[in-house]
């Protein structure tokens, strides 16, 4: 079992920026992504960004140009979000993928509002 400490949410106006981090207690030995998803009132869960131990990037089309995702280290995970939009707004969730299996692991998810 993986767990993780999420932290960098809270309240933003537009234009403005958060950063979020995620610390895992642990990785496993083969390859895995990292990464946050997120989830807006009444939507599905969506991939914000994600980066592969191996430092491959992948990020969706609406935040591409805007978010950046980086590793400080193999446990944790930082997401810069710049020039924020209401759309950005939601719960976001810290998330391990083993490549191998697929297996998911989640946060328990941290809330971005973004208002004036």
């Known amino acids: 079992q993986v767990h993780f400490v999420e932290s960098g949410g809270g309240l933003v106006q537009p234009g403005g920026s958060l950063t979020l981090s995620c610390r895992a207690s642990?990785?496993?030995?083969?390859?895995?992504?990292m990464g946050w998803y997120r989830q807006r009132t009444e939507a599905q869960r969506e991939l914000v960004a994600s980066?592969?131990?191996?430092?491959?990037i992948e990020y969706a089309d609406s935040v591409s140009g805007r978010f950046i995702i980086s590793r400080e280290n193999p446990l944790t995970v930082t997401l810069q979000m710049n020039d924020l939009k209401s759309e950005d707004a939601g719960v976001y969730y810290c998330?391990?993928?083993?490549?191998?299996?697929?297996?998911?692991?989640w946060g328990q998810g941290t809330q971005v509002t973004v208002s004036a």
């Open positions: 998330n391990m993928r083993l490549s191998s299996s697929k297996r998911d692991f």
């Open positions: 642990t990785v496993p030995n083969g390859a895995y992504d």
């Open positions: 980066i592969s131990n191996y430092g491959m």
